[in-house]
């Protein structure tokens, strides 16, 4: 069996990584739309959900009509089961994108409904009546009153009383009957859900997730577009996120979700609310917060959802009258959930609560499942005075709720025990893993043959380079230690190194968020530094460089947290490369990260005082070494200004021997060979009073560097072969209820 085989290959897999990330990556890989990954079938036919119709019965129309305020009650729920099976599925672009069609057909379900639709009666608002009349208002004078005398003719009223079923499914209007029989392209029936059963949202192609797990059941383009263009606002005429049916794996509750919403023309966000608990599988709510329908005065990137630009609702509303061929309608949560007071206060009998009329989706974090849904939407139409009809000329301006619906989807208990089993018998490993890669440290000692003209030759690398690297006792400190007892008499690089530490480290576990796996939280007792003169420079970023999160992409910046630097450096990817049959990405320091503010601003922080800058390719670490003119780099001054190198004969800078690189296994992050590369340099200038130093030159002075590597042995690179051959394939066909 695969999960066996994976326990197994993990509780004697010693390359140093945790093994419990390997089901992380099992899953990344697993989710995605090809037709041989196990999701695929109930991406492909997926469970019926159910869709519960609500209505806002008036009661007091002839109120309202008078200029006061309307009062509704809510009827039902009248419900429906939906099918959705994905049609005309085509794979596009080597299987990176599938298209689709997503056709809906809708079944009564009387015993989940609070009557018959077919006989319950609603008052509403006569929708194609007010939709006409919104769309004369445009028209001339002249055109306006012939057609205003016309419709007043046929005493058609501002409420309609119809079935439930008439209201959703049609019925033959007698004033779009009249003008079908002038215009006859003018539909002479009526429905909110009029010849939508059995059709669909439009033509789909999503990604599959093949490339990037991040992008599993994104939309890529709708209807042929990957942007609308009905919205005044770039922003605001994106495509983003996916159909709120699947989600990518691997969420953390820090990261916005994003879908495209149908019935509100737009894309929205979903955050993070709470962990919820559903039929025994722990989960994360995410809902959209309030600022998805903000006003543009709060939000001002809703600013591109007023059309024409300027033309803005408040808070809680969305009019969609550019994508509904110019009809006044307004989208919102039910009862005005999230709107201002106005709009509530506004129609007696509304009464918004989170429990009944908020959207969420409970998502199972590791899979992205969602384990349980609610998507809650309210139709609204736009009442006002309009110049030639009588019989609105009291009324008060309002936005009037016609009915809302509420999709629900729950896993069923079959699927629940299916879920909850995958994720317990997940393997668990041994988080305490000791790493068994072939590892050397070398130092380079470069040895001064001529101090006046500094000319050096570079020896052979040594293991231990006794006095220099380990200590002796240097007579200057002997003078100096007996009036000042903290001064140590000895002197080395490494002096007192063997058996300490670098530091109290505190590390995320990656528990919560696979990407924080082995991030500093705290270096002795600080999530930043000090010594560096802005916010930036001093920030803890990133991994002690041993460990890093799986699922690794090319595109991604790296950190670590160097100690040798006194700060935290960045990787970038350099090339694909091969390591013992395993392939790897090779990540580096780009040219960047020692550069001078002069080319790269973001580097002046690490200018100690403010301004006190040195060149490209060389960091002065004084403020944390104790005001020693202590200067680090890469080795031969790799990546630095040529007038370093220059400054000293018998250097000789080259990518192969200099350079700090980690090739890292993507689906685990796991560093499979690496080369940590590091020079000890000191400032050498004219000190006044000293009389030996009279006549040099300032000059960075390289005293030796270090070349720490690491290569994963041939047992365990036939292991993390073997592991990712063997991947665990667990079935995930989970079906709502």
């Not at 205003?148 to 004033?175: C, Q």
């Not at 879920?419 to 041994?430: A, D, E, G, K, V």
């Given at each position: 069996m695969p999960g066996s085989m994976t326990r197994k290959c993990c509780a004697i897999y010693t390359t140093g990584f945790v093994c419990a990330h390997l089901l992380t990556v099992g899953i990344a890989l697993e989710i995605t739309l090809t037709e041989k990954s196990q999701v695929f079938e109930s991406w492909k036919n997926p469970p019926p959900s159910y869709l519960e119709y609500y209505f806002f019965n008036v009661t007091n129309p002839e109120v309202f009509m008078a200029g006061g305020k309307a009062s509704v009650k809510q009827i039902g729920p009248y419900t429906y089961r939906v099918h959705r099976p994905r049609e005309n599925v085509?794979?596009?672009?080597?299987?990176t994108k599938v298209y689709a069609l997503n056709p809906k057909t809708f079944v009564f379900v009387p015993e989940k409904s609070v009557g018959d639709p077919q006989v319950d009666i609603v008052r509403t608002v006569n929708i194609p009546f007010v939709t006409i009349m919104n769309e004369l208002n445009s028209y001339s004078f002249l055109l306006r009153s012939v057609f205003a005398m016309y419709i007043n003719s046929l005493d058609i009223k501002l409420f309609m009383t119809r079935t439930v079923h008439e209201v959703l499914w049609g019925f033959k209007d007698p004033?779009?009957?009249?003008?079908?029989?002038?215009?006859?392209?003018?539909?002479?029936?009526?429905?909110?859900?009029w010849k939508n059963n059995g059709t669909h949202d439009g033509e789909f192609v999503f990604h599959t997730g093949e490339q990037?797990?991040?992008?599993?059941?994104?939309?890529?383009?709708?209807?042929?577009?990957?942007?609308?263009?009905?919205?005044?606002?770039?922003?605001?005429?994106?495509?983003?996120?996916?159909?709120?049916?699947?989600?990518?794996?691997?969420?953390?509750?820090?990261?916005?979700?994003?879908?495209?919403a149908a019935d509100f023309c737009r894309s929205i966000h979903l955050a993070y609310v709470e962990d919820v608990e559903v039929k025994g599988i722990q989960a994360y709510r995410f809902a959209p917060?309030?600022?998805?329908?903000?006003?543009?005065?709060?939000?001002?990137?809703?600013?591109?959802?007023?059309?024409?630009?300027?033309?803005?609702l408040g808070t809680g509303v969305h009019k969609v009258s550019v994508c509904r061929e110019g009809a006044p309608i307004v989208v919102s949560f039910p009862h005005f959930y999230q709107a201002d007071r106005a709009y509530i206060n506004a129609i007696d009998g509304l009464n918004p609560n989170k429990e009944e009329h908020e959207t969420y989706f409970d998502l199972q974090p590791m899979t992205g499942v969602p384990i349980r849904a609610c998507k809650r939407a309210q139709l609204n139409m736009i009442l006002k005075r309009v110049a030639g009809f009588p019989k609105t000329k009291n009324i008060t301006e309002t936005i009037f709720p016609i009915m809302f619906v509420n999709e629900m989807a729950t896993i069923d208990d079959e699927s629940a025990a299916q879920m909850r089993s995958l994720l317990l018998n997940t393997p668990q490993y041994n988080r305490s893993l000791k790493p068994n890669k072939k590892k050397n440290i070398t130092e380079t000692i470069f040895p001064i043959m001529s101090v006046n003209e500094a000319i050096m030759n570079k020896l052979n690398s040594y293991s231990f380079f006794l006095r220099t690297l380990w200590g002796f006792k240097d007579p200057l400190l002997t003078k100096?230690?007996?009036?000042?007892?903290?001064?140590?008499?000895?002197?080395?690089?490494?002096?007192?190194?063997?058996?300490?530490?670098?530091?109290?480290?505190?590390?995320?576990?990656?528990?919560?968020?696979?990407?924080d796996y082995g991030k500093i939280d705290t270096w002795n007792g600080m999530r930043e530094m000090s010594w560096w003169s802005s916010n930036q420079?001093?920030?803890?970023?990133?991994?002690?460089?041993?460990?890093?999160?799986?699922?690794?992409?090319?595109?991604?910046?790296?950190?670590?947290?160097?100690?040798?630097?006194?700060?935290?450096?960045?990787?970038?990817?350099?090339?694909?490369?091969?390591v013992k049959g395993i392939q790897a990405y090779r990540f580096a320091p780009p040219s960047d990260v020692l550069m001078s503010?002069?080319?790269?601003?973001?580097?002046?922080?690490?200018?100690?005082?403010?301004?006190?800058?040195?060149?490209?390719?060389?960091?002065?670490?004084?403020?944390?070494?104790?005001?020693?003119?202590?200067?680090?780099?890469?080795?031969?001054?790799?990546?630095?200004?040529?007038?370093?190198?220059?400054?000293?004969?018998?250097?000789?800078?080259?990518?192969?021997?200099?350079?700090?690189?980690?090739?890292?296994?993507?689906?685990?992050?796991?560093?499979?060979?690496?080369?940590?590369?590091?020079?000890?340099?000191?400032?050498?200038?004219?000190?006044?009073g000293f009389p030996k130093t009279k006549n040099i030159t300032e000059t960075i002075f390289p005293i030796m560097f270090i070349n720490e590597m690491a290569t994963t042995d041939d047992e365990s690179a036939a292991q993390m072969r073997s592991l990712l051959l063997n991947t665990p394939q667990q079935n995930r066909n989970i079906k709502p209820k």
């Amino acid at each position: 069996m695969p999960g066996s085989m994976t326990r197994k290959c993990c509780a004697i897999y010693t390359t140093g990584f945790v093994c419990a990330h390997l089901l992380t990556v099992g899953i990344a890989l697993e989710i995605t739309l090809t037709e041989k990954s196990q999701v695929f079938e109930s991406w492909k036919n997926p469970p019926p959900s159910y869709l519960e119709y609500y209505f806002f019965n008036v009661t007091n129309p002839e109120v309202f009509m008078a200029g006061g305020k309307a009062s509704v009650k809510q009827i039902g729920p009248y419900t429906y089961r939906v099918h959705r099976p994905r049609e005309n599925v085509t794979f596009l672009e080597n299987g990176t994108k599938v298209y689709a069609l997503n056709p809906k057909t809708f079944v009564f379900v009387p015993e989940k409904s609070v009557g018959d639709p077919q006989v319950d009666i609603v008052r509403t608002v006569n929708i194609p009546f007010v939709t006409i009349m919104n769309e004369l208002n445009s028209y001339s004078f002249l055109l306006r009153s012939v057609f205003a005398m016309y419709i007043n003719s046929l005493d058609i009223k501002l409420f309609m009383t119809r079935t439930v079923h008439e209201v959703l499914w049609g019925f033959k209007d007698p004033l779009l009957t009249k003008l079908h029989s002038m215009k006859p392209e003018v539909d002479e029936y009526f429905g909110l859900m009029w010849k939508n059963n059995g059709t669909h949202d439009g033509e789909f192609v999503f990604h599959t997730g093949e490339q990037n797990y991040l992008d599993y059941g994104k939309i890529d383009t709708w209807n042929g577009m990957r942007e609308m263009s009905w919205w005044s606002s770039n922003q605001s005429n994106m495509i983003n996120g996916t159909d709120g049916t699947v989600f990518h794996p691997l969420i953390n509750r820090n990261e916005l979700l994003y879908i495209f919403a149908a019935d509100f023309c737009r894309s929205i966000h979903l955050a993070y609310v709470e962990d919820v608990e559903v039929k025994g599988i722990q989960a994360y709510r995410f809902a959209p917060p309030s600022d998805v329908l903000m006003s543009p005065k709060n939000n001002p990137t809703n600013a591109g959802f007023c059309v024409p630009a300027g033309d803005c609702l408040g808070t809680g509303v969305h009019k969609v009258s550019v994508c509904r061929e110019g009809a006044p309608i307004v989208v919102s949560f039910p009862h005005f959930y999230q709107a201002d007071r106005a709009y509530i206060n506004a129609i007696d009998g509304l009464n918004p609560n989170k429990e009944e009329h908020e959207t969420y989706f409970d998502l199972q974090p590791m899979t992205g499942v969602p384990i349980r849904a609610c998507k809650r939407a309210q139709l609204n139409m736009i009442l006002k005075r309009v110049a030639g009809f009588p019989k609105t000329k009291n009324i008060t301006e309002t936005i009037f709720p016609i009915m809302f619906v509420n999709e629900m989807a729950t896993i069923d208990d079959e699927s629940a025990a299916q879920m909850r089993s995958l994720l317990l018998n997940t393997p668990q490993y041994n988080r305490s893993l000791k790493p068994n890669k072939k590892k050397n440290i070398t130092e380079t000692i470069f040895p001064i043959m001529s101090v006046n003209e500094a000319i050096m030759n570079k020896l052979n690398s040594y293991s231990f380079f006794l006095r220099t690297l380990w200590g002796f006792k240097d007579p200057l400190l002997t003078k100096v230690h007996p009036t000042k007892p903290e001064v140590d008499e000895y002197f080395g690089l490494m002096w007192k190194k063997n058996g300490t530490h670098e530091g109290e480290f505190v590390f995320h576990t990656g528990e919560q968020n696979y990407l924080d796996y082995g991030k500093i939280d705290t270096w002795n007792g600080m999530r930043e530094m000090s010594w560096w003169s802005s916010n930036q420079s001093n920030m803890i970023n990133g991994t002690d460089g041993t460990v890093f999160h799986p699922l690794i992409n090319r595109d991604e910046l790296l950190y670590i947290f160097a100690a040798d630097f006194c700060r935290s450096i960045h990787l970038a990817y350099v090339e694909d490369v091969e390591v013992k049959g395993i392939q790897a990405y090779r990540f580096a320091p780009p040219s960047d990260v020692l550069m001078s503010p002069k080319n790269n601003p973001t580097n002046a922080g690490f200018c100690v005082p403010a301004g006190d800058c040195l060149g490209t390719g060389v960091h002065k670490v004084s403020v944390c070494r104790e005001g020693a003119p202590i200067v680090v780099s890469f080795p031969h001054f790799y990546q630095a200004d040529p007038a370093y190198i220059n400054a000293i004969d018998g250097l000789n800078p080259n990518k192969e021997e200099h350079e700090t690189y980690l090739d890292l296994q993507p689906t685990t992050g796991v560093p499979i060979r690496a080369c940590k590369r590091a020079q000890l340099n000191m400032i050498l200038k004219r000190v006044p009073g000293f009389p030996k130093t009279k006549n040099i030159t300032e000059t960075i002075f390289p005293i030796m560097f270090i070349n720490e590597m690491a290569t994963t042995d041939d047992e365990s690179a036939a292991q993390m072969r073997s592991l990712l051959l063997n991947t665990p394939q667990q079935n995930r066909n989970i079906k709502p209820k």
